[in-house]
């Protein structure tokens, strides 16, 4: 058991210094302002937008009841995929938005073809007025069951914080 919790430690280090280099890669010796605070198991990690964007990207086109002129492109981080970095498989995700909003949202809604943690609308990066710059939202065009409010109430916008409970 301590062979396995060493190694998700190990795993979770390792994944974290690897979206460093790639974010130092990617954007140069400058500092970069976290947009997203990961806590899990009492240690906190802050992410910036290029570690965000270093991570498998994901999208789909939906439409959704905040946004008007049809179906938006969303692209961003697959739940699962975000969870999985994180060696997350079961429990809750506490998502809290800028204003300390918070949402509960089950890991089991984390799959394939699932939400994403949104940081493009239409290829373009979401201002917090277009309430950005994180979302999770879900395909609600994909899957008839996510039109329901059960769903609705779980796409927060201006994400800032995550919590895996």
């Known amino acids: 058991m301590s062979q396995l919790r060493g190694y998700e430690m190990f795993s979770k280090h390792l994944f974290a210094a690897a979206l460093s280099i790639a974010a130092f890669v990617a954007g140069g010796a400058q500092a970069e302002t976290a947009v997203l605070t990961v806590s899990h198991n009492g240690e906190q990690t802050a992410m910036t937008m290029d570690e965000l964007k270093a991570m498998p990207a994901t999208s789909f086109t939906t439409s959704t009841q905040w946004t008007e002129g049809g179906p938006v492109e969303f692209t961003g981080v697959s739940l699962a995929d975000f ?38 609308m239409n290829g373009n990066e979401m201002s917090r007025r277009d309430k950005g710059p994180l979302w999770v ?16 109430s779980r796409a927060i916008w201006q994400l800032d914080r995550v919590t895996f409970e």
């Open 137 to 152: 939202i879900y395909p609600f065009d994909d899957k008839p069951d996510y039109k329901a409010e059960t769903y609705y």
């Open 83 to 120: 969870a999985a970095a994180f060696g997350v498989t079961e429990g809750t995700i506490s998502a809290t938005a800028i204003n300390d909003y918070t949402v509960k949202i089950p890991v089991s809604d984390a799959v394939e073809g699932g939400p994403i943690i949104a940081y493009a």
